[in-house]
């Protein structure tokens, strides 16, 4: 597992999530820490392992 820093799309607020490093690509659904609503990550993993995220919201999916 592999932490990463994003920016919830409703709030803005930084969150620290963990994605599973392991996994080529993944997308899935992760409610936020401070104002609850539900996150749409979309997670790639490069070459060198690194995990790139981007957020979204529910509706913009």
Do not use: F, H, T
């Not at 994003?6 to 803005?12: S, V």
């Not at 992760?30 to 609850?36: A, N, P, T, W």
């Amino acid at each position: 597992m592999e932490p990463v820093l994003i920016y919830c799309p409703y709030c803005g607020e930084p969150i620290e999530i963990y994605v599973d490093d392991s996994v080529e690509g993944q997308s899935y659904v992760e409610d936020c820490q401070v104002c609850c609503r539900p996150i749409v990550l979309n997670v790639a993993v490069d070459e060198d392992g690194l995990p790139s995220v981007r957020a979204s919201r529910e509706d913009d999916a």
